[in-house]
């Protein structure tokens, strides 16, 4: 039996570009402060190289899971819907963070919404066992 991974595919497509542009914007940074590790006690370096660091910590686990659910054939709909809302909160995260370094509303709703997407294509991998 084939499998298209259309739906994965689209969504890793464009965290890929987000994380381009968050890659760019560390580099950047480093480039113009002329720090080649570390963020030399800088804030906003700190602030970018955190950004870039939570965004490769819950992606690759993220996308993973979605590619499994969509091979296991799970619901184009719902796949849509983790997918859509994957993306929406990792910018929504990035501009929260980017505006403070506390507390703001797009940083809760992206981290927020990160876990329950993450949370809901764990639930779905496991539910297929028992279908």
Known sequence: MEHSLAITG???GILALLHIALSFKVIGLRRRLKIGLGDGGDKALNKAIRIHG?????????LLLLAISEINGG????LHAVGGALVTCRFLHAFGITKSSGKS???FVGVLGTFIAILILAIMNIATMFV
């Open 10 to 12: 689209f969504y890793a």
């Open 54 to 62: 939570n965004f490769v910590e819950y992606i690759p686990l993220a």
């Open 75 to 78: 619901s184009s709909f719902i």
């Open 105 to 107: 509303w797009q940083r």
